[in-house]
């Protein structure tokens, strides 16, 4: 009798996958992807055995009479069963030794699951499907385990190595798994995905084109020091892997020399990838949009939520399943929340961040209660799969291991040393404390505002930013102050920065109103900037918005007290540590390094961490899907998307939506034409009928109800429900 793992239906015939050879297939791919960790013994008898329940009678006849992909997806039925089989053999033949190649089978289809649920599905059922396999005479090539062994350096006693051990092993046998099935089914998509430039090839085209701008750019201190940032990374790039951080301020011209450190470092070291994980979406467009211009379409995957379907590649989306590409441009909430996953699709990805450079943009921003298994995971990268990490940010937060984090690093090393002075020789601000400790009315705010001709004010709130903007129009008597927030959807605040980038360029007053969207990252410059007073990382950030260019002697970085307080949580925290540091020291430096560090230290201790140290045991006992269910970088539960149809393009996607049902580019193609609002609020206006749900799956604000949409200030929440009254004319 032979044996199959797949079949595909075709006109005449049905085509036949077999057995023996995807499991050798599968065996030898994630033997090649686990190679980099030591663990292509443990991933070759994963990819062996992991279909090994196919050989059962019940397969086989469900196969011949359910041929097609449907067949091979795994159910509660014995007949689907086929991972516990693999899974039981593994247990039998390896011994103590077993678990990681065991869970990495039983879960290979369904997803990671908590050991006590897998060790339970064996107990009921290992050994009866064992044995329905074992019936059939499976080849002895098949089942034997020659050459097992564990990774050396691997301590089963050191039970969160060990739980990243097994996440690791499990990535390179699901993406193998995948690999090889998409080759019988669909052999086209597997022959897209192509060839990619080498690593040297894009460092050499890095370096080209920063000795171009450099040679091109006006002599300033600014472009001295981007240089020098530059030459420095070059410089420290052959150090041995390890954990890096990069501490630049503002406008150093951080975003390319720290590529240019991972490209150099992978060159050297012979590591495959540079993945440059930042905090949002509006910086990541940016950034890649850089990156492409310098190393081409083909060298870079951009992989995350907001990508437009009408720009994405096919190529870009298939290699974002794994990876695979010598550059990687990413969200920190894709890395982080992968490396904690348990499922399939998520998981894929793993493997290949083992030998990679691994760069953190505005690390400032990884929330405080997650640092303990983020900075662990981060540690294990670095210990045992050939992995550097580069902590990428102008306010350096304190991620060393003590008493409140002994989960953090040890042994980061800065790549440029203090005396390039680069805070003392960039320092293009005078910062202004605010004179006392009384609110500076937001009537008084926008008179200082409407004197400035160009200057930016950065609120704490969304509603404070409409309040102040309305202010400021009451002064100027018109409607050109600029408002932001993230009420508007992103392809509103993405022209909104457009139209402020064309004032500025034209030398036009241009006066902007805010929430802290714009601070990490945001490509603007001003020469006054008035920032409410907040975490002293947020001020240095605003600051990065003020001669940015260094094209003015001084700006000026003016801080108040302002009305309102600050979202509850993180930001009400920040404002309390900082208040306390500025009350002890009234001339408190926030842009020194030193004063950062001191900055997070007392954060992360009264931040409560106990959630990252609850996730910790979690990982301890492989308690796989717990530790995916609570991990969450973005602390959303309290909001939801809203679309919002406030212009045609929108009209014409959820029209796709309606017509085409609900899929991977529909959905994507709505991204751009979001708003998170709260939970409760939309769904009394569902109730209400003013919110329409299309597909179950997407809630939306379209026709004359979108009239609550503002074309300044986006959504207007207590407007919901109201109709355009044009609209209701004939």
């Known amino acids: 009798m032979e044996f199959y793992a797949h079949s595909q239906p075709q006109v005449d015939e049905c085509r036949w996958h077999r057995l023996t050879d995807h499991l050798k297939s599968v065996a030898e791919l994630a033997a090649g992807f686990a190679s980099v960790f030591d663990g292509g013994a443990a991933a070759r008898l994963a990819g062996q055995w992991h279909d090994l329940g196919k050989y059962s009678g019940d397969f086989q006849r469900m196969i011949r009479e359910a041929n097609g992909l449907s067949a091979h997806i795994e159910g509660e039925g014995n007949e689907r069963d086929h991972t516990t089989a693999g899974a039981q053999h593994a247990i039998d033949t390896l011994g103590p030794h077993a678990i990681p190649v065991m869970l990495a089978i039983a879960c290979h289809h369904t997803g990671l699951k908590d050991f006590p649920d897998v060790r339970r599905r064996l107990k009921e059922r290992g050994s009866r499907l064992l044995e329905a396999v074992r019936n059939q005479r499976p080849p002895q090539e098949v089942q034997n385990a020659n050459g097992f062994e564990l990774p050396t350096g691997l301590d089963p006693e050191d039970r969160l190595a060990f739980e990243f051990f097994v996440r690791m092993l499990f990535s390179a046998l699901v993406d193998a798994d995948f690999l090889d099935t998409e080759a019988f089914y669909d052999p086209g998509r597997t022959d897209s995905r192509g060839k990619r430039p080498s690593i040297p090839e894009l460092a050499t085209k890095l370096r080209v084109h920063l000795e171009q701008l450099e040679a091109n750019a006006p002599h300033s201190e600014v472009n001295l020091v981007r240089r020098d940032v530059r030459l420095t990374c070059e410089k420290r790039a052959p150090e041995p892997p390890g954990l890096f951080t990069l501490t630049v301020p503002t406008g150093g011209g951080k975003t390319l020399a720290a590529m240019a450190f991972g490209l150099s470092h992978a060159r050297t070291h012979g590591l495959d990838r540079v993945i440059v994980a930042i905090p949002y979406t509006s910086i990541i467009e940016q ?46 909430v894709q890395l982080f929340e992968s490396l904690f996953a348990v499922r399939t699709s998520r998981c894929r990805k793993l493997h290949n961040l083992a030998n990679a450079v691994i ?122 102050c600029i408002h932001l927030s993230a009420l508007m959807t992103p392809v509103h605040r993405n022209r909104t920065l457009t139209e402020v980038r064309r004032r500025q360029k034209a030398h036009e007053q241009v006066r902007v109103v805010s929430t802290q969207l714009v601070e990490a990252g945001v490509d603007l410059d001003f020469p006054v900037v008035l920032r409410a007073l907040g975490g002293l990382d947020s001020l240095a950030q605003a600051a990065g918005r003020c001669n940015r260019e260094g094209r003015l002697d001084r700006g000026v970085l003016e801080v108040f007290v302002p009305p309102t307080k600050p979202p509850r949580g993180v930001p009400e925290t920040a404002l309390g540590v900082a208040t306390s540091m500025l009350r002890a020291n009234p001339g408190l430096d926030p842009f020194a390094p030193a004063t950062q560090l001191e900055y997070f230290r007392r954060l992360y201790e009264a931040s409560h961490l106990d959630k990252g140290h609850e996730l910790q045991a979690a990982r301890r006992k492989l308690q796989f899907r717990t530790v995916a269910d609570d991990f969450a970088l973005i602390d959303d539960a309290w909001s939801a998307p809203l679309v919002v149809a406030h212009e045609a393009e929108a009209d014409r996607r959820l029209a796709a939506l309606r017509n085409e049902g609900p899929s991977r580019r529909t959905l994507r193609a709505l991204q751009p034409y979001t708003v998170n609002v709260s939970r409760r609020a939309l769904t009394a206006w569902v109730a209400q009928g003013v919110v329409l749900v299309i597909h179950d799956i997407v809630q939306a604000l379209e026709g004359p109800l979108a009239a609550s949409y503002h074309p300044r200030f986006g959504l207007i929440a207590e407007k919901v429900g109201e109709v355009d009254a044009s609209s209701l004319v004939l």
């Not at 042994?411 to 002075?421: A, Y």
């Not at 009537?443 to 202010?471: F, G, M, P, Q, T």
Request: charged share 25%.
């Open 359 to 480: 760069i953190l943009d505005e690390a400032q921003s990884l929330p405080g209660k997650l640092l303990p298994p983020i900075l662990s995971a981060l540690a294990e990268l670095s210990r045992n799969y050939h992995t550097s990490t580069v902590v990428c940010t102008a306010t350096q937060p304190a991620f060393g291991r003590s008493s409140t984090l002994p989960d953090g690093l040890e042994g980061q090393r800065e790549i440029c040393p203090p005396e390039l002075n680069l805070f003392g020789r960039l320092n293009r601000v005078h910062l202004h404390w605010p004179s006392g400790k009384e609110p500076t009315p937001y009537d008084n705010l926008a008179k200082r505002i409407a004197s400035h001709e160009s200057c930016l004010a950065i609120v704490h709130l969304r509603k404070d930013a409409r309040e102040l903007c309305n202010l400021v129009d009451a002064e100027l008597d018109d409607e050109s």
């Open 287 to 332: 950034n890649a949009s850089v990156y492409r211009e310098v190393f081409g379409e083909d060298a870079i995957i951009e992989h995350h939520s907001s990508l437009d379907p009408e720009k994405e590649t096919f190529r870009n989306r298939i290699a974002s399943e794994n990876w695979d590409a010598p550059i990687v441009v990413t969200t920190t």
